[in-house]
């Protein structure tokens, strides 16, 4: 009697990345069957960060997306799952973007962004923390720092 596999099925949240090293890009196949599609198609989505952003030991992902502006540049953050499919936990504007562990070995980041447009005396600064719960990134505070 022939041996029974177990049915494998790929949720149709995850992306498939494919990292061309000697390009510096990252190939971004988007699941079946869900309304998404990357904010700049004409952008070279490229490799911003490896790091385990969530503490399981599992090389995550850091992409630069494009769509620029005076509020910075588009990135996603991929968390990986398994092999070369990872679950898209982030992506939203950043700028001047500086990382920190935290006591849970999580990976928290912050952004700034100019209070007045192109004047650095003034900023916004946001940080973002991973919310294990939500298996995502959520904005955690935001305050003005003065230089």
């Not at 960060?49 to 494009?66: C, H, I, Q, R, T």
């Not at 001047?96 to 849970?104: H, I, S, V």
Request: hydrophobic share 35%.
């Amino acid at each position: 009697m022939a041996e029974t596999l177990p049915v494998v099925h790929i949720p149709d949240s995850l992306f498939r990345l494919d990292i061309i090293d000697n390009e510096n890009f990252v190939r971004i196949t988007i699941p079946e069957g869900i309304d998404f599609e990357l904010p700049d198609s004409f952008a070279k989505t490229e490799p911003e960060k490896y790091a385990d952003f969530n503490g399981d030991n599992k090389p995550d992902l850091m992409v630069y997306l494009g769509a620029c502006g005076t509020g910075g540049c588009m990135y996603g953050i991929f968390l990986n799952q398994y092999d070369n499919y990872y679950k898209l936990v982030f992506m939203d504007y950043l700028k001047g973007t500086t990382f920190e562990k935290d006591e849970n070995g999580f990976l928290s980041f912050q952004s700034y962004e100019e209070v007045a447009p192109m004047n650095p005396s003034k900023l916004y600064v946001t940080n973002f923390k991973f919310d294990p719960k939500a298996y995502a990134y959520k904005m955690d505070r935001t305050f003005i720092q003065t230089n």
